[in-house]
C-alpha cells in the first residue's frame, strides 16, 4: 500500500490526534476518509472559506435560506451541528432553478424539505439522503395534487411536465 507523507506543525498534530482518539479513528483513518470523500463528492468535502469573511459575506445559491434551516434545525432539534453535505448533490440540483430568495428549506435527520417557486408556480421537494440519485417533486394543479419522483439530474425537465 502506497504511503504519504505531510508535514505539519506539532500544534495541528497534537490537536487532530486527540479529536481521532476521541472518535476512534486514527491519522491515518481520517487522512483516508478525507481524501475518499474528496473523490466522491469531485473536489474538497467542506466550503473553503475566505478568513474574516462574516455569513452576510457569503455568496452563492441560497446561502441565507440554508444558512436559515441550519440555524433551525439546530434550534429545533438542540444540536451544534449538521453535516450539509449530504444535502449537497440536492442543492446543486436545483440550483438552476432559483436563486435562494424565493426558496424557503426544512433539513431532517435524513431529509430536505424545499419549497420553491419556479415560473410562479409553488414546488415542494422531499429528497432523501439514503435516496441521494432521486427526489419527489410534489404541486398542486387546479385543485388537484400531483407527485413525481425523479432523478436529480431531471429535475427542471420534471417541473416542465406538471
Do not use: H, W
Not at 506543525?9 to 487522512?31: E, P, V, Y
Not at 449538521?82 to 431529509?111: H, V, W, Y
Request: contains cysteine; glycine residues 4%; negative net charge.
Amino acid at each position: 500500500m502506497p504511503t504519504i507523507q505531510v508535514r505539519i506543525d506539532d500544534t495541528t498534530k497534537s490537536a487532530s490526534t486527540a479529536l481521532f482518539n476521541q472518535l476512534g479513528i486514527t491519522m491515518s483513518d481520517a487522512i483516508n476518509l478525507f481524501l475518499r470523500q474528496t473523490i466522491m463528492r469531485g473536489g474538497i468535502p467542506f466550503a473553503l472559506t475566505v478568513p474574516g469573511r462574516t455569513e452576510a459575506d457569503t455568496e452563492g445559491f441560497g446561502n441565507d435560506a440554508i444558512l436559515d434551516a441550519i440555524r433551525r434545525y439546530k434550534t429545533v432539534n438542540n444540536q451544534t451541528d449538521f453535516d450539509i453535505t449530504r444535502a449537497e448533490p440536492f442543492f446543486r440540483a436545483i440550483n438552476p432553478l432559483s436563486s435562494g430568495r424565493n426558496m424557503k428549506i426544512t433539513l431532517q435527520e435524513n431529509a430536505v424539505k424545499a419549497r420553491l417557486n419556479y415560473k410562479d408556480i409553488e414546488y415542494v421537494f422531499d429528497y432523501n439522503f439514503e435516496e441521494p440519485d432521486s427526489v419527489f417533486v410534489l404541486t398542486r394543479k387546479n385543485g388537484k395534487l400531483f407527485v413525481k419522483d425523479c432523478s436529480l439530474e431531471k429535475i427542471t425537465e420534471t417541473l416542465e411536465l406538471f
